[in-house]
């Protein structure tokens, strides 16, 4: 049992360039998450995912775009990628909202992006 | 919108020590929960504990326990017996149950506090 995991764990772009962030879970989860954590910032979220084919806009979604094609991958895209989005990013996944006793968020081991 | 506070931008403890972490929230919600993560130098996030605002009683996880102050809107992390190990950055996180109109789906993390564990 893999849990999250995220690929790549690293990247380095130029301006403008164009990139996919994968996550994948094997927990047969319903909903899926991607934050963006900088220093200082805590974890902010940019969209998230409440079932296979769906999206939906989180805190911070400008710049970037998500697909949620099968229900265990969740794929972050830049378009056109600028310094401001140099980041970690963390995927994290959990299987009920609202109360359930295993309501758990579980999280990805993070990718640092770097854009120069 | 809820919003997480930690004052704290950095905290020392010695080794076997007790050390308290601070977080304040703000939420017009009567339902949520309230949680406490730790991410180490290998960037994991691990959730360390987690309380029902509904339930009276503290949570304990081992040497972590809360002291969960639901009218001030406080959720401190009390660490007992500190150890090497414990040494990370601590994130206060709050999810509204959904139950009372808020939005279900989303942790909103405050901004973190950075524990050294001093040998």
């Known amino acids: 049992n893999a849990g999250v995991t995220q690929t790549p764990k690293f990247r380095v772009l130029k301006t403008g360039q164009s990139m996919t962030l994968l996550c994948a879970q094997d927990m047969n989860h319903e909903y899926m998450y991607w934050y963006r954590q900088d220093p200082g910032m805590g974890l902010r979220l940019i969209h998230y995912s409440v079932g296979e084919g769906t999206t939906a806009k989180g805190e911070v979604p400008d710049g970037y775009n998500v697909s949620r094609l099968k229900k265990q991958n969740f794929l972050l895209g830049l378009e056109s990628a600028a310094p401001s989005q140099t980041s970690v990013y963390f995927c994290?996944?959990?299987?009920?909202?609202?109360?359930?006793?295993?309501?758990?968020?579980?999280f990805g081991s993070g990718t640092q992006l770097s854009v120069l | 919108a809820q919003t997480v506070t930690q004052s704290q931008p950095e905290m020392s403890v010695q080794e076997a020590e007790t050390v308290t972490l601070s977080c304040t929230y703000d939420t017009s919600e009567s339902d949520y929960y309230l949680f406490w993560y730790k991410q180490p130098p290998s960037r994991q996030m691990i959730l360390v504990i987690r309380?029902?605002?509904?339930?009276?009683q503290n949570a304990t996880e081992n040497r972590f326990s809360v002291n969960f102050q639901k009218a001030a809107k406080s959720f401190s992390l009390k660490i007992s017996d500190s150890q090497l190990g414990d040494a990370a950055m601590y994130f206060c996180a709050y999810r509204s149950s959904g139950r009372s109109g808020g939005s279900n789906y989303k942790l909103t993390f405050g901004k973190g506090t950075l524990l050294t564990v001093n040998p």
């Open positions: 994290a996944s959990s299987y009920s909202l609202g109360g359930a006793t295993n309501e758990k968020l579980f």
């Open positions: 309380q029902e605002a509904y339930k009276q």
